[in-house]
């Protein structure tokens, strides 16, 4: 039964994989046997999860990219192809979130969310999907990262909460168009996780006022991200499509 969860002979590209989630993603799907493309703009960064990777066995291929720019996208795939073939796993997993009230949030703030949280997992998808027609790929996973504040509120987060319920929506009309050429596209939706984007948080008293909030009673850890990711990007969830998984320790359900 395990063997469904395994990813031989695929190629995998995580956005964002220098550091927190997406490194942590481009590790899981090593080990599990895929060829691993990690992307993102600071090369050290990418160093870093490349010698995890290669220390751990694996076969990785880092490329530089901001997944604001088409071109660069184009380019980081062209890199990605030649080394390791074409592209059957994407982890849209880059991000930002700027902390601001509405009305002290700028245009430069909104369009930089924007553009990284939503119109880069288009672009970086899109590109995919034009490229696997070409070389008739059969089976394509697309697997966005969202969060719980796509549907959960926090104050000062306004734009990133947007941002994060248009990749839920952007992740079901990519299921919606791409499924009649076998392409499956998913999301997971985090809780509270380590990584540089939540750094501090945990330990203020409003981290420990909201982990109180959480039935868990703890902010998740990313291993706990491995089985969801695997089940998503392998053949274990043939006939997901257009899902929305919750890792969240309970944290939407907390009482009103
Ligand atoms: N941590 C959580 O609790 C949590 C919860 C829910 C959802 N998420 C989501 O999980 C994803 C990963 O976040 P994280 O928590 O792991 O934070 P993180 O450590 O800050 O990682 C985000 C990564 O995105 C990359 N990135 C940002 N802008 C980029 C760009 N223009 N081009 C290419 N890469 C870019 C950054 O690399 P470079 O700066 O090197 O490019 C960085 O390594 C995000 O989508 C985030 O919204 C996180």
């Given at each position: 039964?395990?063997?469904?969860?395994r990813l031989d002979g695929k190629t995998a590209?995580?956005?964002?994989?220098?550091?927190?989630?997406?490194?942590?993603?481009?590790?899981?799907l090593?080990?599990a046997g895929a060829r691993?493309?990690?992307?993102?703009?600071?090369?050290?960064?990418?160093?870093?999860?490349?010698?995890?990777?290669?220390?751990?066995?694996?076969?990785?291929?880092?490329?530089?990219?901001?997944?604001?720019?088409?071109?660069?996208?184009?380019?980081?795939?062209?890199?990605?192809?030649?080394?390791?073939?074409?592209v059957d796993v994407?982890?849209?997993?880059?991000?930002?979130?700027?902390?601001?009230?509405?009305?002290?949030?700028?245009?430069?703030?909104?369009?930089?969310?924007?553009?990284?949280?939503?119109?880069?997992?288009?672009?970086?998808?899109?590109?995919?999907?034009?490229?696997?027609?070409?070389?008739?790929?059969?089976?394509?996973s697309?697997?966005?990262?969202?969060?719980?504040?796509?549907?959960?509120?926090?104050?000062?987060?306004?734009?990133?909460?947007?941002?994060?319920?248009?990749?839920?929506?952007?992740?079901?009309?990519?299921?919606?168009?791409?499924?009649?050429?076998?392409?499956?596209?998913?999301?997971?939706?985090?809780?509270?996780?380590?990584?540089?984007?939540?750094?501090?948080?945990?330990?203020?008293?409003?981290?420990?006022?909201?982990?109180?909030?959480?039935?868990?009673?703890?902010?998740?850890?990313?291993?706990?991200?491995?089985?969801?990711?695997?089940?998503?990007a392998s053949?274990?969830?043939?006939?997901?499509?257009?899902?929305?998984?919750?890792?969240?320790?309970?944290?939407?359900?907390?009482?009103?």
């Open positions: 039964m395990t063997d469904m969860f590209l995580v956005t964002g994989a220098g550091t927190g989630l997406g490194q942590h993603f481009a590790q899981v090593a080990h691993v493309v990690i992307a993102a703009r600071r090369s050290e960064k990418l160093a870093k999860t490349e010698s995890l990777i290669t220390a751990a066995g694996g076969e990785v291929f880092a490329v530089a990219l901001d997944v604001r720019s088409a071109s660069n996208i184009s380019a980081a795939f062209d890199a990605a192809e030649s080394q390791f073939g074409p994407l982890v849209n997993n880059a991000g930002f979130s700027g902390f601001s009230a509405l009305l002290d949030s700028d245009e430069a703030n909104w369009d930089a969310i924007f553009d990284t949280n939503v119109k880069a997992a288009w672009l970086v998808s899109t590109e995919l999907i034009r490229r696997s027609r070409q070389h008739e790929s059969s089976s394509v697309i697997i966005n990262i969202a969060s719980i504040l796509a549907l959960g509120t926090k104050f000062g987060l306004g734009p990133y909460m947007a941002s994060k319920a248009a990749v839920v929506q952007l992740t079901k009309a990519m299921a919606l168009e791409w499924g009649d050429s076998g392409v499956r596209a998913n999301a997971i939706s985090p809780g509270y996780f380590p990584s540089e984007m939540t750094d501090g948080l945990f330990d203020t008293p409003g981290g420990r006022a909201m982990q109180e909030r959480i039935p868990l009673r703890r902010t998740g850890e990313l291993h706990e991200l491995s089985g969801p990711l695997l089940l998503l053949d274990a969830s043939t006939y997901m499509n257009g899902s929305v998984v919750t890792v969240d320790g309970g944290h939407l359900c907390h009482t009103l």
